[in-house]
């Protein structure tokens, strides 16, 4: 009986009142927090650090695209009617491509300009029209 009356006692205790936060809780605050920083970092931009990182990527991006134009214009003789003719054989002689695996699109999700007057070619990105302008093959 004595057993008895002690088990009785252990769960007929009240409970305690919760003091503070579990780890768990805690962390969640933070990741919660976290989220929400970056959202507002991508969203504010900073000092226009996603402009300037897309510019460079333009940049670089057209510069592949020239020299694997001025491959093809040293293998074939003239510069290609378009980017495409860089992957594949447009039906022209000494073509020895592909000169490029794939014509990516600008940062800004836009195709790049080709423009070629048969003795000079142009590689153009409108920027999204963002400050500074356009890129061009010709300002590298």
Do not use: H
């Not at 936060?21 to 991508?42: D, H, K, P, Q």
């Not at 014509?103 to 029209?129: C, L, V």
């Amino acid at each position: 009986m004595n057993k008895l009356n002690q088990s009785e006692c252990v769960t007929k205790r009240p409970l305690r009142a919760r003091q503070g936060f579990t780890l768990l809780e805690i962390m969640l605050v933070i990741v919660i927090i976290g989220i929400v920083a970056a959202t507002a970092i991508s969203i504010i931009d900073p000092g226009g650090a996603t402009r300037d990182a897309r510019r460079t990527q333009a940049q670089v991006q057209i510069g592949q695209l020239a020299t694997a134009v001025q491959r093809f214009q040293m293998d074939t003789g003239r510069y290609p009617s378009n980017l495409e003719a860089l992957r594949t054989n447009p039906g022209v002689n000494n073509w020895k491509g592909p000169y490029a695996t794939r014509i990516n699109k600008d940062p800004w999700g836009e195709d790049y300009i080709f423009t070629s007057s048969g003795s000079t070619f142009e590689i153009r990105s409108n920027a999204g029209d963002t400050e500074g302008g356009p890129i061009s093959s010709n300002d590298l």
